[in-house]
């Protein structure tokens, strides 16, 4: 098993412009999670989904968005990239029930 | 406010001596604790569950307990490859998920 995969490991954005981080897990993995990374501070919830088609709001969801059409991936879309969008992006997931989650790993956005 | 406070940001430490990581927390209904390792460049790994105070979870040269305001992460005889930066996180509701900013600790050979 692959485990959690994440694409692309780093990508660099200009202000303005958009782009969707891809993650896919291989474990049937019911709940997936989008968190952000800062330097110095603790991983940040953007959003999480219970099942392919059910999605909702974490703690900072504002310029992002998700869907879920498939239980395997949970792709997270960056609309109109600012600079406070710089950070590591992490993707995870957990058996339903269960929140020991497994990480992929990260990627490195730079929106200058 | 921090829901989740880990202490020390820092801990340098040599081979061998053991040592005690801190995590408290202030979220009113904590349904989970959870600690984690990361690696630089790396997504965290998942090390332990703690549900209720007083439970307690070992592996290896690591042992993880929790009383109703902390949790310990201690480190028994540490080796260089103990290294890494370790999360705690508390789970208080289904989209409240609260991780703290982590140890950062350096095992000198």
């Known amino acids: 098993n692959a485990g959690v995969t994440q694409t692309p490991k780093f990508r660099i954005l200009k202000i303005g412009q958009s782009m969707t981080l891809q993650c896919t897990q291989d474990?049937?993995?019911?709940?997936m999670y989008w968190y952000r990374q800062d330097p110095g501070m603790g991983l940040k919830l953007i959003y999480y989904?219970?099942?392919?088609?059910?999605?909702d709001k974490g703690e900072v969801p504002n310029g992002y968005n998700v869907s879920r059409s498939t239980t395997e991936d949970f792709p997270l879309r960056l609309e109109l990239a600012a600079p406070s969008q710089t950070s590591v992006y992490f993707c995870?997931?957990?058996?339903?029930?269960?929140?020991?989650?497994?990480f992929g790993p990260g990627t490195r956005l730079t929106v200058t | 406010e921090d829901q989740v406070t880990q202490s020390p940001e820092a801990l340098r430490l040599q081979e061998g001596e053991s040592s005690s990581l801190n995590c408290s927390y202030t979220v009113s209904g904590l349904r989970g604790l959870f600690w984690y390792r990361q690696d630089p460049g790396k997504g965290p790994e998942f090390l332990f569950t703690l549900y209720s105070a007083g439970e307690e979870k070992e592996k290896e040269r690591l042992k993880a307990t929790l009383t109703k305001k902390e949790s310990f992460l201690h480190i028994t005889a540490p080796k260089p490859e103990d290294s890494a930066t370790y999360l705690c996180a508390v789970w208080e509701s289904f989209n409240k998920f609260y991780f703290g900013s982590g140890t950062k600790l350096n095992v000198k050979p």
């Open positions: 474990m049937n993995h019911n709940y």
């Open positions: 989904s219970v099942g392919a088609g059910i999605t």
């Open positions: 995870a997931s957990s058996y339903q029930g269960s929140y020991e989650q497994y």
